[in-house]
């Protein structure tokens, strides 16, 4: 029902700063969150950050608060997640996704919708 596409990742020093882009075909109410999850080698995919189209609800893993903010521009579609103080424990591979709250928000549960993901590398 909705496309993901995201964009941005690269290879970054610790330290440093990077926004990745998430643009979406559409919005629609039956998937009012959109989600940042990430997954590193070996490891299983967690939940980074979400909010909802309406800018509401906003909510960080503890990992990321304070480093990562989520935002949206509705005119465009597009989620970003703007990623400061990179440390090399956030280098993985950013999904974007689409859902609803099923679970809390923050589970691969309420999500139904990914994009196909966006390498991000932090080099020591």
């Known amino acids: 029902q909705v496309q993901l596409v995201e964009s941005g990742g690269g290879l970054v020093q610790a330290g440093g700063s990077l926004t990745l882009s998430c643009v979406a075909s559409?919005?629609?109410?039956?998937?009012?969150?959109v989600a940042w999850f990430r997954q590193a080698p070996g490891k299983e995919r967690e939940f980074v950050a979400h909010i909802r189209w309406s800018g509401t609800t906003i909510g960080y893993a503890d990992s990321v608060k304070g480093r990562f903010t989520i935002f949206r521009d509705n005119a465009k579609n597009t989620v970003y997640l703007q990623m400061n103080d990179l440390k090399t424990e956030d280098t993985a591979t950013y999904y974007c996704a689409s859902g609803r709250v099923v679970v809390d928000g923050r589970s691969l549960n309420d999500y139904k919708e990914w994009g196909q993901g966006t390498q991000v590398t932090v080099s020591s």
């Open positions: 559409r919005r629609t109410v039956t998937r009012p969150i």
